[in-house]
Every structure is written in C-alpha cells, then in structure tokens.
C-alpha cells in the first residue's frame, strides 16, 4: 500500500492529525491558490451514493489543478462482474495517480494492499470515513482552537455509523473526552453512554447522526416525530446547550427526524460550515497524498 494513503484515522498519529488540519486551515487563508506542482490524473470511484465526499474531493482536486474523472459502476465492467482489486488495478495501469473510493464494503482496501498509487478513503461500509472525521476535527479545532478537555456528545444511530467510530478514535487521540446517546438497539456495549438530555447540557460539541435506514435489517418501528422528541435535536434541547456549544451533523440530514428543519441552520449549526471545510481537509489529504510538505 502506498504509504501516503489515508484508509482509518487511526493509522494516522497525533501530529499528523493536526499537520492535516493545519494544512487545510492555510488553504482556507492565504495559501487557497496553491496547485500541485505537477499535473496529477485523479479518479473518484463511488460504489455508493455520495454528495458530499463525491463533490468535495472534486472540488479540491479541480482547485489544486488536477485532472479528474468520476466514476460510477453503471456503465462499466464492474456490471459485467469485475472485481475491486480489477477495477481499481485498471484505473492505475491506465495511468491514474491517485483514486478516491467509497465503497460499501468495511476495509474494501485490504483487498488493494499490493496498489502502488495513493488511495484515498472515502467511507467503507459501516467503518471508517476519515476525511469526514478530519472535517468534523477541523471545524472543532476552528470553534475552540484546541481538542484538550473538548466534551463530544454523539448521538444516534451509533452503531450503523461510520462517522461514530471515527470521531472516537480522532478525539480520544486528540485529548478530548466523547460519550454516545440514542437508541438502546444502535448503542455498543463498551461505549460511554450517557442520555441524551444530560448529554446535550453536558457537550461542547452536539454531534447528532443520520438515521441509516439504508444499512438496517428491519425497519425501527418509530415514526418520524417520536424519533426527533426521544433522541433528536428539537428546540427544547438546542435551548439547553451550552453558551458556546456547537450543533453538528455529517449529512445528509433527515429533516425532522434527526434535527428540527428550522435547526439545521441556527446559530450553533456548523453543518454548512463543516462541508466547507471538507473541501479544504480533501485538499491537505491530496497534498499529503502526493507527498508534498511545503506550501
Ligand atoms: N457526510 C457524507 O459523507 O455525505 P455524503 O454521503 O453525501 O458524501
């Protein structure tokens, strides 16, 4: 594997969490014209829907001056039963340089171990999603300028979520504290849990999650509106934060059901903020990537 890929956000130290985030701090300043010094060929295969990640990662590698092709399985031989490895093996034969994959597989990446070019993670089934982790990392680092003693509530479908598990690993790295809320079917047994009305009081960071329908094996049984009064962000509980507190969600947001549609863009949201910063996390990631330190 390339050693400049970025596959958990656990392979990555401390430091060089926080060399990410200060590189994707100076591309939001006075650094946001800088281009890959050499012309790079970059693919975005998306096994799996995306809007986000998809058009993010294509918005950093347009502005760092890469060339750039989205791929989609329809239409190509992945219908006519061509594998990961082939398919990913074929895009660096033809002469890629580096590919962004969301797949739906947890670590579909083991199977690319003998790649030589950068792959970069963009969301493997239920396990990791770093760049989303890194962002959400970003905008916390952005709202109190440091990770010590920062108190992360994560509620929801915790146990569906790759951006739980991520968030995690990245804040217990980085010397803040986490504790989970929501449903008792989607909690994880060793996990901190803390209900969700002392949770929202407690947090400095409120970080609800998506419902995954889509990953569930039978419907949960709770209409929209029971879930948003039982464990989602309504206008009581956003009045019972903190002063400073910040309301978080990865998105696609269900509206009324996680958060209270006039929620989404109150005061303490950063939803918006934290998909601006995607782009720019994406763009450090693709800096590293090609092995480049300086500016
Ligand atoms: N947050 C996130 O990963 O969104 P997309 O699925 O739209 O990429």
């Known amino acids: 594997m390339n050693k400049n890929s970025l596959l958990r956000i656990g392979d990555l130290s401390k430091k060089e969490i926080m060399e990410i985030l200060e590189d994707a701090?100076?591309?939001?300043?006075?650094h946001k014209d800088w281009q890959l010094p050499q012309r790079k060929l970059i693919a975005n295969l998306f096994f799996e829907p995306s809007t986000r990640t998809h058009y993010s990662f294509a918005s950093a590698e347009h502005q760092l001056g890469a060339k750039v092709e989205n791929f989609s399985p329809v239409g190509t031989s992945?219908?006519?039963?061509e594998s990961l490895y082939d398919t990913v093996k074929t895009f660096e034969a033809i002469g890629f340089d580096a590919v962004v994959i969301r797949h739906k597989e947890n670590e579909y990446f083991k199977e690319l171990e003998s790649l030589e070019i950068p792959i970069l993670n963009g969301g493997d089934g239920s396990g990791n999603h770093?760049?989303?982790?890194?962002?959400d990392m970003l905008t916390i680092y952005q709202e109190f300028g440091t990770f010590e003693g920062i108190k992360v509530a994560i509620i929801g479908d915790i146990l569906h979520s790759r951006v739980a598990a991520s968030n995690k690993?990245?804040?217990e790295i980085l010397g803040g504290e986490v504790v989970f809320s929501g449903p008792e079917q989607w909690r994880r047994e060793d996990w901190p849990y803390m209900d969700i009305d002392e949770a929202v009081k407690w947090a400095d960071v409120v970080m609800m999650l998506r419902v995954q329908n889509e990953r569930h094996s039978e419907a949960h049984g709770m209409s929209d509106e029971e879930y948003l009064n039982s464990y989602g962000m309504n206008e009581r509980r956003y009045k019972a934060m903190k002063e400073n507190a910040i309301l978080m969600h990865p998105a696609p947001v269900n509206r009324g059901v996680e958060i209270q549609s006039e929620l989404v863009e109150a005061p303490k949201s950063r939803i918006f903020k934290q998909m601006s910063n995607g782009v720019l996390v994406r763009k450090a990631v693709i800096k590293?990537?090609?092995g480049y330190k300086e500016f």
Do not use: S, Y
């Open 78 to 81: 992945v219908e006519k039963g």
């Open 130 to 135: 770093p760049t989303q982790c890194l962002l």
């Open 25 to 30: 701090n100076v591309f939001g300043d006075i």
């Open 288 to 290: 590293r990537a090609f």
């Open 169 to 171: 690993e990245a804040i």
